[in-house]
């Protein structure tokens, strides 16, 4: 079955600095990816839909200058959290659609990043 | 996406069915029902979807009522690795999560 991989799985960095984590489809190419934001004991958030040789789109509230968010291949996609501060420590999580199932938006989840701003 | 509603939490003893209830009334005609579950600190997986008709595949069925207003999840056997939370989303494009059911398989 489809596959998306993440990296790092962890990472922690002092505040004021920036991460990027990446997204990659192992075995389909995505023209869309799907970033996803999860704080504790809550649910998954939409962040922001990834396109492809083109700009992101960007969910309400979530600031495009904070998460950069390139998508320059048909099997990657970056999300860096600019200047990051502690309170963006959470986890983050990308996913895309293999097109498995025909008009279905099935989405395959990576296993997540989860980021700590001290 | 359609609102959904969901149990806040069940039990299900080992080896027994169990049946997560969603409620999506809101539902318009276009909008499938996809189902996920998230393991603590992973990222959620895919369980079944469907649009209309019942469904069935090696991990779950899900049986989706005629007038399409709600849905069950079976998991036929559970068993200790089961124990996740369970999203019920009924949507055209975007997935948008809700608070999902905290299912707990016992001993």
């Known amino acids: 079955g489809a596959v998306v991989s993440q990296h790092p799985s962890r990472v922690i960095c002092k505040s004021g600095t920036s991460v990027k984590i990446e997204c990659r489809s192992l075995d389909f190419q995505a023209t869309t990816m799907f970033w996803y934001r999860q704080f504790p004991k809550q649910s998954l958030m939409l962040m922001a839909t990834?396109?492809?040789?083109?700009?992101?789109?960007?969910e309400q509230g979530v600031e495009k200058d904070k998460f950069l968010i390139n998508h320059a291949s048909l099997t990657l996609s970056t999300l860096t959290v600019t200047s990051a501060h502690p309170e963006d420590s959470s986890f983050y999580i990308c996913?895309?659609?293999?097109?498995?199932?025909?008009?279905?938006?099935?989405?395959?989840f990576g296993a997540g990043s989860r980021l700590t701003v001290l | 996406d359609a609102k959904t509603t969901q149990p806040t939490s069940m039990d299900c003893a080992e080896g027994r069915a169990a049946n997560l209830p969603c409620n999506h009334s809101t539902i318009s005609g276009n909008e499938y029902v996809y189902w996920y579950r998230q393991i603590h600190s992973q990222g959620p997986q895919y369980i079944i979807h469907g649009l209309k008709n019942n469904e069935t595949n090696e991990m779950a069925s899900l049986i989706i009522t005629e007038d399409r207003k709600s849905s069950t999840l079976i998991l036929p056997h559970a068993t200790l690795r089961d124990t996740a939370v369970y999203y019920c989303?009924?949507?055209?494009?975007?997935?948008?999560f809700g608070q999902g059911t905290i299912l707990t398989v016992h001993p």
């Open positions: 996913s895309a659609n293999s097109n498995e199932y025909g008009g279905a938006n099935v989405l395959t």
């Open positions: 989303i009924a949507s055209y494009g975007k997935l948008t």
């Open positions: 990834s396109n492809e040789g083109s700009k992101a789109t960007y």
